[in-house]
């Protein structure tokens, strides 16, 4: 029987979704497939959020279910009161009997005496805050006259967002303020007047570090990377600013940017030896850095990315890989695996295809691969079934019911939430994918 | 609106996932948006379920409002009963699906041609919670399937237990115990709902004498409702504990009219034994707070003070329908008990009792691990290693065994404790690693200035870092008297009325125990309207309080 809910389409790609004039990609098949998605809400992205942005708080006003995903989300680490939480609606709220404004001002005002060090409230916006249209940016408008910190909104709703989006709509949120020019009035260059160069998505501290250090190196001195450590610290831009990214994740906040007129250095993401190359040599043509001292500077990096991935990426050679969607995140890891590992990509599921972001990855992937964007996750696991990869790099909720069927997996999860860019990490991130086909191999243990 | 940072409980269609999830070849059609697949992860990560639970969920997206969710629904429903033929299909929603108002139990009862017996849940998203949805929904399937038949005119001699579900705690291990208990005094199962249950078990309820309801906050209505219906005596005591558990073998000998005097009189469990040797002298009056679901937060206060003869200094639940059993229970240890869902007020609750032991869920296990306070999960929410892989059950007699070791373990042995206050100067007795408790007890400091060490640094990886820096901390504090008071002890007081010398001496003091002598101390001081806190007065404090 043709199950109803599946409606499966082939169709290429929109050729042009964003006008926009930037490079032409190469077209893949792309099958569309609707049905039930296994992948968290834009909600989640807090979770990685709240830490990085260290004087900002984020209050969801949702439900009892919004707070049991951060919870569960984040579960695992609970060792500090966390600068995240969730006003929940009750029936009072939803009747109406309970004035909205009043109600989230209680809560705020609790909040702030409570946790004086808050600089910045993110609002964040849940499918039931959305359904009763409860109007959240009107709300941190009203917030921001009675309080001194800054009130900002954006949705992280699991009708609106897939997991990774809520940080793109958090970035976009910051943009818009970042637009309006409050200039921070710090000595840090990146902040007494507009950068040369944006960064635009979440990477670890230790990344940053990295890569401000080889940017600086080639001569680029002036380099912010967005979400800042602090959030009321928000770099100055201009339309000499450039943008690139290091999340496939920030789309519509690159847009918002591009608007703006900040110009996009298009490439690939920096993953592996290969890709992190490629991205700062993208970075240095826009700049117009002489490629011998290009070159100088990157060496030392490079070599000692592609030696350690020399040592780590073998059990990978020749795998088969499959991919379930997640975080956006399944193009530039394909990319990875297949160029610099040696992996054959089977299927690749992804939430939705942004070429402006992944465009320049789809160049350097095989054609032999399936391509699936949105999901119906009965009927995936059935065609996973069938094609029987080495490994599968899937969400938290299927990693042990495929390995106890016999499937090697990597928790998707764990890419949004390691330091996996840039030269210094390249091995390390090959090394994810390594350890459950190692563990396996080291097992004696019947299954 | 209320502000929640964590929550004990989950929404009530958590609750039935857990129900259905629980029982065998029965499926559950959610409407609900794509986010609230996490809950998947809740079944596949914490109990390393094997498999998916058997939840469809719609995932409706915004685009699909006011046009196609009910007949999204529809077609989810049509879809999973040809995929996965169930026995039972429960339909239900999430939070946002009940603002939507599609009512997904009269869509489906209204699907034509479906062949499955359809189970509507309705829980209000709302204004209740993660245990009072399990509890509905077992309660919704059991009437469902039971509401027409009429009480039986022969019963076999066995009993049913009722309450055992996916992510309860230890109930995997307990009902094995549970029925082996059973066994022993002759009495059989009759069926276990809704642990592996199937329809032919529920079916089959009204055949036992008796209900035994191990957990209220997902059997007591059911349980209820089947006493009403069919007459059946519901067993109320909870096996947890040797006392208990005994209690527990007489009243099921006497519902179903069994001979139990030779069971009772050899209880198998090594307890009472362990508790009365002498090595466990030091257990006395250990100062234990308790905070969890309200069958296991009754239960251990009394295993602690009845048979481990610690003093209950907390006694509080989450589970809010049940505050009523708590706040008795409470009252004969001569304290207030603790109802709330805020985990905050709890942390609040441990911090101004200094309990040496905390006996609470994985958020009290959190608290308790910040605080430097030894501390043991006994309740749901728990996290994966509190679901080991060795038969670990908590009811019975072999239960009260898991129960001694688990329990005791965290605290500091015996002559250790002496040896740490005899020579309190030996530098390998640091403040931050003492005995074979390392990590544990790092009593990271908790002032408001406290600067030195602050919660967020405390992660699993780090432990040792920390509790390296607090003991450097605790170096320096010796030498310079003049920082002891606030960063090397961490305690609350009122530190400006301290002399130096009384101070040093203070600080002499075992540091689990100097807490409340500190608290003495300034009680002593505040009773006798004294100024200063003199190397004497912490003396006179001593004798004063000595004995009491
Ligand atoms: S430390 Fe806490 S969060 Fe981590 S596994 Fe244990 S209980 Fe869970
Ligand atoms: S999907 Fe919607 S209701 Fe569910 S957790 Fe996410 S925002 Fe909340």
Sequence with gaps: MTMPVASVAKCKTPAAEHKTAEAKHKTIDIVQERGQREVFCGLTGIVWLHRRMQDAFFLVVGSRTCAHLLQSAAGVMIFAEPRFGTAILDDRDLSGSADFNDELERIVNDLVVRRPEIKTLFLVGSCPSEVIKLDLEKAAERLNKIHPLRVLSFSGSGIETTFTQGEDNCLKALIADMVQGSPAGDDDVAFSRPCELLVLGTVADVVEDQFTRLLQAMGINSVAFLPTRSASRLPLIDQNTKVVLVQPFVGESLRELTRHGLQHIQTVFPFGAEGTLRWLKAIADAFDIDSQHF?????????????????????????????????????????????????????????????????????????????????????????????????????????????????????????????????????????????PLKRRQLLKVPA | MKLALWTYEGPPHIGAMRVVNSMQNAHYVLHAPQGDTYADLLFTMIERQNHRPPVTYTTFQARDLGSDTANLFVESVLDAAERFKPDVMFVGESCTAELIQDQPGSLALGIEGLDVPVVPLEHPAYSRKENYGASEALYAVVRAVLKDDVIPDQRTPSVNLIGPSSLGFRCRDDIKEVMALLQSIGVQTNAVVPLNATLAD????????????????????????????????????????????????????????????????????????????????????????????????????????????????????????????????????????????????VEDAVKSTEPELVLGTQMERHMAKRLGIACCVISAPFHVEDVPARYSPQMGYEGANVIFDSWVHPLMMGLEEHLLGMFTDDFEFSDAAPSHLGSHASYASDSPTGDAITPQQVTPGNIDAVANAAASQTNTAQTDTSQIKTEADGLQGNDSLWTVDAERELKKIPFFVRGKAKRNTERYAGQFGLQTITLETLYDAKAHYSGS
């Design chain 2, 202 to 345: 529920i079916k089959s309820l009204p055949q036992a004498t008796a209900n035994v309801c191990l957990y209220s906050e997902v059997g007591r209505t059911t349980c209820d409702w089947l006493k009403r219906q069919f007459k059946q005596p519901v067993i109320d005591v909870v096996p947890i504990g040797v006392t208990a558990t005994r209690e527990f073998v007489k009243a099921v000998a006497e519902a179903v009219g069994v001979d139990a005097t030779a069971a009772l009189q050899n209880h198998a469990s090594r307890l009472p034994w362990y508790s009365r040797s002498i090595d466990s002298n030091y257990l006395t009056g250990k100062r234990v707070f308790i905070f969890a679901d309200a069958t296991h937060a009754i239960a251990a206060a009394r295993v602690a003070s009845e048979e481990l003869g610690f003093e209950v200094v907390g006694l509080g639940t989450y589970s809010r329908e049940f505050g009523r059993e708590v706040r008795a229970a409470a009252e004969s240890y001569g304290i207030e008990a603790l109802i709330t869902d805020d985990y905050l007020e």
């Design chain 1, 295 to 435: 070159d100088r500077v990157v060496e030392a990096p490079l070599s000692r990315a592609r030696t350690a991935m020399k040592k780590v990426a073998e059990p990978l050679q020749g795998r088969r890989v499959s991919f379930f969607p997640d975080s956006q995140l399944e193009i530039p890891m394909a990319r990875f695996l297949y160029e610099e590992c040696g992996m054959q990509p089977v299927e690749i599921g992804v939430p939705f295809f942004d070429r402006q972001c992944i465009g320049a990855e789809l160049d350097l992937l095989p054609d032999n691969i399936r391509f699936v964007e949105g999901q119906h996750v009965d009927e995936q696991l059935a065609r996973l079934h069938q094609d029987q990869p080495d490994l599968t790099v899937c969400g938290m909720g299927l990693g042990n019911p495929l390995e106890a069927q016999g499937l090697a997996t990597k928790w998707s999860i764990e890419l949004v939430f390691s330091p996996i860019h840039g030269f210094e990490q390249a091995a390390d991130l090959a090394a994810l994918f390594v350890k």
